[in-house]
């Protein structure tokens, strides 16, 4: 069974940019619903972004609005996330799953049956 991994976490100061990607070894993203999730420590997984498989529709949470950038790498097969402007809010691990959970959306895509991945640490701090 293919598994989720998400890559491209660090540390970056306030004002700063990274490139978080989601994929799946051995298997494409491309027509699957993918979400973007921040934990923060000793807090509930929250959604950030998510992509919709329908429509490539984007949608994003009210605090990362206009920061951050979900896309898609068709050549690829993964889905990528841009964050510009981060903030020390924006720290947490950040995962990618085959669902939407947002305030404007929820949706999970079934179909492709992934595994979770361990997430990617984004550390925000001067």
């Known amino acids: 069974q293919a598994q989720l991994v998400e890559s491209g976490g660090g540390l970056v100061q306030p004002g700063g940019s990274l490139r978080l990607s989601c994929a799946a070894s051995?298997?494409?993203?491309?027509?699957?619903?993918i979400g973007w999730f921040r934990q923060a420590p000793g807090e509930a997984r929250e959604g950030v972004s998510c992509?919709?498989?329908?429509?490539?529709?984007?949608y994003y949470a009210d605090d990362v609005k206009g920061r951050f950038t979900i896309s898609r790498d068709n050549v690829k097969g993964t889905v990528n996330l841009q964050m510009n402007n981060v903030k020390p809010a924006d720290t947490g691990t950040y995962f990618c799953e085959t669902r939407c959970k947002l305030e404007s959306i929820y949706y999970i895509d079934s179909r492709a049956q992934l595994l979770g991945g361990q997430g990617t640490q984004v550390t925000v701090s001067s």
């Open positions: 051995g298997f494409t993203l491309n027509g699957y619903t």
């Open positions: 992509i919709r498989d329908s429509d490539e529709s984007t």
